[in-house]
Protein backbone atom coordinates (compact mmCIF):
# COMPACT_ATOMS: atom_id res chain seq x y z
CA UNK A 1 0.00 0.00 0.00
CA UNK A 2 1.32 3.43 -0.99
CA UNK A 3 2.41 6.12 1.73
CA UNK A 4 -0.07 7.83 3.43
CA UNK A 5 1.97 10.64 3.29
CA UNK A 6 1.70 11.63 -0.43
CA UNK A 7 4.91 14.00 -1.15
CA UNK A 8 5.24 15.07 -5.07
CA UNK A 9 8.93 14.09 -5.57
CA UNK A 10 9.34 12.99 -8.99
CA UNK A 11 11.94 10.63 -8.88
CA UNK A 12 10.72 8.79 -6.12
CA UNK A 13 7.39 8.41 -8.04
CA UNK A 14 8.88 7.55 -11.21
CA UNK A 15 9.82 4.39 -9.45
CA UNK A 16 5.72 3.54 -9.20
CA UNK A 17 4.79 4.75 -12.48
CA UNK A 18 4.75 0.88 -14.10
CA UNK A 19 3.18 -0.32 -11.23
CA UNK A 20 0.05 2.42 -11.47
CA UNK A 21 -0.07 1.62 -15.07
CA UNK A 22 -0.72 -1.68 -14.62
CA UNK A 23 -2.67 -1.61 -11.42
CA UNK A 24 -4.61 1.77 -12.02
CA UNK A 25 -6.18 1.58 -15.73
CA UNK A 26 -9.53 3.98 -16.69
CA UNK A 27 -9.39 5.26 -13.08
CA UNK A 28 -8.13 8.97 -13.26
CA UNK A 29 -10.37 11.13 -15.56
CA UNK A 30 -8.59 14.15 -17.75
CA UNK A 31 -7.14 16.64 -16.00
CA UNK A 32 -9.69 19.62 -15.40
CA UNK A 33 -12.27 16.96 -16.67
CA UNK A 34 -15.49 17.05 -14.32
CA UNK A 35 -19.08 15.72 -14.16
CA UNK A 36 -20.30 19.43 -15.67
CA UNK A 37 -18.54 19.32 -18.75
CA UNK A 38 -21.73 18.36 -21.09
CA UNK A 39 -24.26 20.57 -18.79
CA UNK A 40 -25.52 23.72 -20.18
CA UNK A 41 -24.55 26.92 -18.06
CA UNK A 42 -27.49 29.05 -18.58
CA UNK A 43 -28.47 31.15 -15.06
CA UNK A 44 -28.88 35.03 -14.41
CA UNK A 45 -29.56 36.68 -10.41
CA UNK A 46 -29.77 39.99 -9.32
CA UNK A 47 -26.80 41.04 -7.99
CA UNK A 48 -24.86 44.13 -6.50
CA UNK A 49 -21.65 44.61 -7.83
CA UNK A 50 -19.36 46.17 -5.60
CA UNK A 51 -16.08 47.77 -7.17
CA UNK A 52 -13.50 50.83 -5.87
CA UNK A 53 -16.17 51.55 -3.06
CA UNK A 54 -19.10 51.79 -5.35
CA UNK A 55 -22.45 49.80 -5.65
CA UNK A 56 -24.00 49.03 -8.59
CA UNK A 57 -27.61 47.31 -8.90
CA UNK A 58 -27.93 45.16 -11.76
CA UNK A 59 -28.10 41.22 -13.05
CA UNK A 60 -25.36 38.88 -13.61
CA UNK A 61 -25.72 36.60 -16.24
CA UNK A 62 -24.17 32.98 -17.22
CA UNK A 63 -23.96 31.75 -20.66
CA UNK A 64 -22.00 29.29 -22.77
CA UNK A 65 -19.47 31.71 -23.66
CA UNK A 66 -18.71 33.73 -20.41
CA UNK A 67 -20.13 35.65 -17.78
CA UNK A 68 -22.37 39.36 -18.28
CA UNK A 69 -23.10 42.16 -15.72
CA UNK A 70 -26.20 44.06 -16.59
CA UNK A 71 -26.45 47.04 -14.62
CA UNK A 72 -29.61 49.42 -13.90
CA UNK A 73 -27.54 51.91 -15.58
CA UNK A 74 -24.23 52.56 -17.17
CA UNK A 75 -22.37 50.08 -19.65
CA UNK A 76 -22.66 46.41 -19.70
CA UNK A 77 -19.84 44.61 -18.72
CA UNK A 78 -18.32 41.14 -20.01
CA UNK A 79 -15.83 38.01 -19.54
CA UNK A 80 -15.44 35.61 -21.66
CA UNK A 81 -14.01 32.83 -20.05
CA UNK A 82 -10.70 32.78 -21.52
CA UNK A 83 -10.39 36.20 -20.25
CA UNK A 84 -11.47 35.33 -16.38
CA UNK A 85 -8.24 34.85 -13.98
CA UNK A 86 -9.71 33.06 -11.44
CA UNK A 87 -12.92 33.08 -9.39
CA UNK A 88 -13.70 32.95 -5.79
CA UNK A 89 -17.08 31.52 -4.77
CA UNK A 90 -17.18 32.32 -0.95
CA UNK A 91 -20.50 31.46 -0.57
CA UNK A 92 -23.63 30.13 -2.62
CA UNK A 93 -24.43 34.57 -2.54
CA UNK A 94 -21.30 35.86 -2.44
CA UNK A 95 -18.69 35.82 -5.78
CA UNK A 96 -15.27 37.35 -6.65
CA UNK A 97 -13.97 37.67 -10.27
CA UNK A 98 -10.87 38.09 -11.32
CA UNK A 99 -9.72 39.07 -14.80
CA UNK A 100 -6.62 39.81 -16.34
CA UNK A 101 -6.90 43.69 -16.91
CA UNK A 102 -4.28 45.36 -14.62
CA UNK A 103 -6.31 47.55 -11.60
CA UNK A 104 -5.00 51.90 -11.73
CA UNK A 105 -1.60 52.47 -12.07
CA UNK A 106 -1.74 53.52 -8.38
CA UNK A 107 -3.51 49.73 -7.78
CA UNK A 108 -1.18 46.47 -8.09
CA UNK A 109 -2.56 43.59 -9.46
CA UNK A 110 -5.33 42.36 -11.46
CA UNK A 111 -8.99 43.87 -11.27
CA UNK A 112 -11.36 41.69 -9.01
CA UNK A 113 -15.62 42.38 -8.90
CA UNK A 114 -17.79 41.45 -6.28
CA UNK A 115 -21.28 40.59 -6.22
CA UNK A 116 -23.24 40.02 -3.68
CA UNK A 117 -26.12 37.49 -5.75
CA UNK A 118 -30.08 37.78 -4.93
CA UNK A 119 -30.39 34.00 -5.25
CA UNK A 120 -28.50 31.53 -3.96
CA UNK A 121 -26.28 30.41 -6.73
CA UNK A 122 -27.05 26.11 -7.19
CA UNK A 123 -24.22 23.42 -6.52
CA UNK A 124 -24.61 22.41 -10.28
CA UNK A 125 -23.89 25.63 -11.92
CA UNK A 126 -21.06 26.66 -9.03
CA UNK A 127 -19.82 23.09 -10.83
CA UNK A 128 -20.31 24.01 -14.43
CA UNK A 129 -19.24 27.54 -13.84
CA UNK A 130 -15.47 25.74 -13.09
CA UNK A 131 -15.67 23.82 -15.75
CA UNK A 132 -16.29 26.46 -17.96
CA UNK A 133 -13.37 29.13 -16.65
CA UNK A 134 -10.97 26.02 -16.34
CA UNK A 135 -8.36 27.61 -13.93
CA UNK A 136 -7.78 27.12 -10.64
CA UNK A 137 -10.76 28.47 -8.27
CA UNK A 138 -11.96 27.94 -5.22
CA UNK A 139 -15.34 26.49 -5.00
CA UNK A 140 -17.74 27.37 -1.73
CA UNK A 141 -20.84 25.64 -2.87
CA UNK A 142 -20.42 21.99 -2.80
CA UNK A 143 -23.02 19.85 -3.85
CA UNK A 144 -24.24 17.52 -1.09
CA UNK A 145 -26.56 15.16 -3.71
CA UNK A 146 -23.49 14.87 -6.34
CA UNK A 147 -22.74 10.92 -7.13
CA UNK A 148 -19.79 9.92 -4.46
CA UNK A 149 -18.57 5.87 -4.39
CA UNK A 150 -17.45 6.74 -0.23
CA UNK A 151 -18.61 9.34 2.35
CA UNK A 152 -16.83 10.15 5.31
CA UNK A 153 -18.04 12.61 8.33
CA UNK A 154 -15.76 14.72 9.36
CA UNK A 155 -14.91 18.04 10.77
CA UNK A 156 -12.71 20.94 9.52
CA UNK A 157 -10.77 22.97 12.52
CA UNK A 158 -10.41 26.78 12.07
CA UNK A 159 -9.02 29.57 14.17
CA UNK A 160 -12.39 30.62 14.81
CA UNK A 161 -13.75 26.99 15.76
CA UNK A 162 -14.58 24.59 12.37
CA UNK A 163 -17.33 23.31 10.89
CA UNK A 164 -18.95 19.45 10.64
CA UNK A 165 -19.91 17.85 7.76
CA UNK A 166 -19.36 14.98 5.46
CA UNK A 167 -16.47 14.49 3.16
CA UNK A 168 -17.81 12.75 -0.30
CA UNK A 169 -15.85 11.51 -3.16
CA UNK A 170 -17.10 11.04 -6.92
CA UNK A 171 -15.32 10.80 -9.64
CA UNK A 172 -15.95 14.58 -10.56
CA UNK A 173 -13.61 15.48 -7.07
CA UNK A 174 -14.16 15.69 -3.71
CA UNK A 175 -17.04 17.70 -1.53
CA UNK A 176 -16.87 19.02 1.84
CA UNK A 177 -20.77 19.61 2.40
CA UNK A 178 -21.46 21.33 6.46
CA UNK A 179 -24.14 20.48 8.34
CA UNK A 180 -25.09 24.47 8.42
CA UNK A 181 -24.44 25.22 5.00
CA UNK A 182 -21.32 27.00 5.42
CA UNK A 183 -17.99 26.85 5.12
CA UNK A 184 -17.91 24.19 2.68
CA UNK A 185 -15.95 23.21 -0.21
CA UNK A 186 -16.14 21.43 -3.63
CA UNK A 187 -12.65 20.45 -5.18
CA UNK A 188 -12.50 19.21 -8.88
CA UNK A 189 -9.53 16.43 -9.17
CA UNK A 190 -7.47 19.21 -11.59
CA UNK A 191 -7.55 21.68 -8.49
CA UNK A 192 -6.31 19.36 -5.92
CA UNK A 193 -2.17 19.36 -5.48
CA UNK A 194 -1.45 17.34 -2.36
CA UNK A 195 -3.31 14.40 -0.44
CA UNK A 196 -1.95 13.35 3.40
CA UNK A 197 -3.28 10.48 5.26
CA UNK A 198 -0.56 10.30 8.40
CA UNK A 199 -3.42 8.76 10.26
CA UNK A 200 -6.72 6.72 9.79
CA UNK A 201 -8.69 9.96 11.72
CA UNK A 202 -6.77 12.29 9.64
CA UNK A 203 -7.21 14.20 5.88
CA UNK A 204 -5.33 16.99 4.44
CA UNK A 205 -6.22 18.11 1.47
CA UNK A 206 -4.21 21.38 -0.60
CA UNK A 207 -5.69 23.03 -3.12
CA UNK A 208 -5.96 26.43 -5.13
CA UNK A 209 -4.26 28.91 -2.35
CA UNK A 210 -6.19 26.67 0.60
CA UNK A 211 -5.05 24.03 2.93
CA UNK A 212 -7.69 22.25 4.62
CA UNK A 213 -7.18 19.82 7.84
CA UNK A 214 -9.69 17.35 8.58
CA UNK A 215 -10.83 14.98 11.41
CA UNK A 216 -12.10 12.14 10.44
CA UNK A 217 -15.25 10.97 12.57
CA UNK A 218 -14.50 7.43 10.72
CA UNK A 219 -11.72 5.97 9.99
CA UNK A 220 -10.37 6.35 5.99
CA UNK A 221 -9.13 2.67 4.65
CA UNK A 222 -6.16 1.87 2.96
CA UNK A 223 -7.23 1.04 -0.59
CA UNK A 224 -9.39 4.25 -0.13
CA UNK A 225 -6.84 6.83 -0.06
CA UNK A 226 -5.37 4.38 -2.56
CA UNK A 227 -8.04 5.59 -5.06
CA UNK A 228 -8.32 9.19 -4.19
CA UNK A 229 -4.26 9.20 -4.42
CA UNK A 230 -5.04 7.98 -8.27
CA UNK A 231 -7.57 10.44 -9.17
CA UNK A 232 -4.93 13.08 -8.57
CA UNK A 233 -1.87 11.59 -9.47
CA UNK A 234 -1.94 8.30 -11.70
CA UNK A 235 -2.71 10.46 -14.90
CA UNK A 236 0.03 12.73 -14.95
CA UNK A 237 2.69 9.71 -13.80
CA UNK A 238 1.18 7.87 -16.77
CA UNK A 239 2.07 10.54 -19.19
CA UNK A 240 5.69 10.70 -17.66
CA UNK A 241 6.26 7.17 -18.21
CA UNK A 242 4.85 7.73 -21.94
CA UNK A 243 7.48 10.46 -22.28
CA UNK A 244 10.27 8.33 -21.04
CA UNK A 245 9.13 5.46 -23.35
CA UNK A 246 9.08 8.11 -26.28
CA UNK A 247 12.58 9.18 -25.25
CA UNK A 248 14.35 5.54 -25.17
CA UNK A 249 12.97 4.48 -28.43
Known amino acids: MRSRWVVFLAPLLWVSVGRLAAQTPGIAPPRGET ?49 IQTFDLLTPRRLVLRDYQNRSWHRHGERSFWFDLGTPMPPAV ?32 TFWGGTNGTLLFGAGGIEYATTTGEGGRSWRWSDI ?5 PDPYHFTLTGYRETFDFELKEPMAGPLF ?4 DYVYARDLKSTARAGEGQNQ
Open 35 to 83: RTDAVALRWNSPARLRHFGRSTKGTLIFGETGVVFRPAKGATLRWPFAE
Open 226 to 229: DRLW
Open 193 to 197: DTLAN
Open 126 to 157: AAALASRVGKPARNGDPDPAAPSFAAIPARHR
